[in-house]
């Protein structure tokens, strides 16, 4: 056993030491996992992840077979640099993030407490290449009504590609449960999660869609209301998939109880829960087909804002 644990110690370097073999700074190899660039392994005792030597191998294939290096390729810009890079107006660049059409991939909060939005440049060169017509004159239809109402997907799009990228690294259905119920307003999640045992036991599991916390009370507020649904269809959506991976999680790995069978139904649910019903596999297929499109960096809204101006 021990032979076994040096082996696997050998195997796998710290993050710190692969962020230095790499060429990347802190922030950059944290994006970088954040992204699914970079897979990491949990330590054999729990505590931080590591990066396994042949992962690193894997890294450096790739590297000499792409046409950016890895540091270029996670570089992000802030609304006025990627208007410039884009060629259009701040204004504009705006327009088309509130709409959905571009997905922040990062955000920090400036000295004043306001949220500062970071997208990879990568993505925006991609997007200017495919919808040049959305760079100029009128904006489409469906994205001036969206923008009439008021809309803001920014932080959306940001949560949801954030679960995409956690739901990826765990294959254990009590952790996607908890990933759901992180999203959820605390109301609406007692709503969902009405067995004691089932609340604690997730309340344990989740640490957040991101590691730590802002310093300061009020930015720790401004940070959290990132994380939460606020969209009546994202609200159901994700309740849709917490109710799909308790039900597996509570088939594979039921806790130690009374049998949940045999207990009462609770009234008061949601109405639109049972809706879930009959169309499990309908989800499951939709759920995987959006993580292979963000595995391959491509934001779910912008696809589909493209079809509804008509764009291919």
Do not use: C
Request: hydrophobic share 40%; net charge positive.
């Amino acid at each position: 056993m021990v032979v076994k644990e040096v082996q696997q110690a050998h195997a796998t370097v710290t993050a710190v030491r692969a962020a230095r073999e790499l060429g990347l700074d802190r922030a950059e190899f944290g994006l970088a996992v954040q992204l699914g660039r970079i897979r990491t392994v949990p330590d054999r005792d729990g505590g931080r992840r590591r990066v396994a030597r042949e992962e690193l191998e894997r890294l450096r294939e790739l590297e000499r077979a792409a046409t950016a290096p890895l540091r270029t390729r996670l570089r992000t810009v802030g609304t006025a640099e990627g208007a410039v890079l884009m060629g259009i107006s701040p204004f504009r660049f705006t327009a088309l993030a509130r709409a959905g059409y571009l997905s922040p991939a990062n955000f920090y909060l400036n000295r004043y407490r306001a949220v500062v939005w970071l997208y990879l440049a990568e993505e925006l060169t991609d997007f200017t290449a495919r919808y040049a017509e959305m760079l100029t004159g009128n904006y489409p239809q469906p994205m001036r009504a969206s923008l009439d109402e008021g809309a803001d997907r920014r932080a959306r799009n940001w949560r949801s590609r954030r679960l995409g990228q956690l739901l990826s690294r765990s294959d254990d259905p009590w952790e996607q449960a908890a990933l759901f119920a992180s999203l959820l307003d605390p109301g609406e999640l007692a709503d969902l999660v009405r067995d004691p045992r089932e609340s604690a036991h997730l309340a344990g599991l989740w640490s957040g869609l991101v590691p730590g916390e802002p310093a300061g009370q009020a930015a720790r507020e401004v940070a959290r209301r990132l994380f939460v649904a606020r969209d009546r269809d994202e609200i159901e959506w994700i309740g849709a998939g917490l109710a799909l991976a308790l039900d597996e999680a509570r088939t594979r790995r039921p806790l130690p109880g009374p049998d949940r069978a045999a207990m009462p139904v609770l009234p008061g649910a949601p109405e639109w829960l049972d809706r879930v019903k009959g169309v499990r596999s309908w989800l499951h297929r939709g759920m995987k087909r959006t993580l292979r499109r963000r595995r391959r960096g491509v934001p779910d809204r912008e696809r589909g804002a493209a079809a509804e101006a008509g764009l291919r």
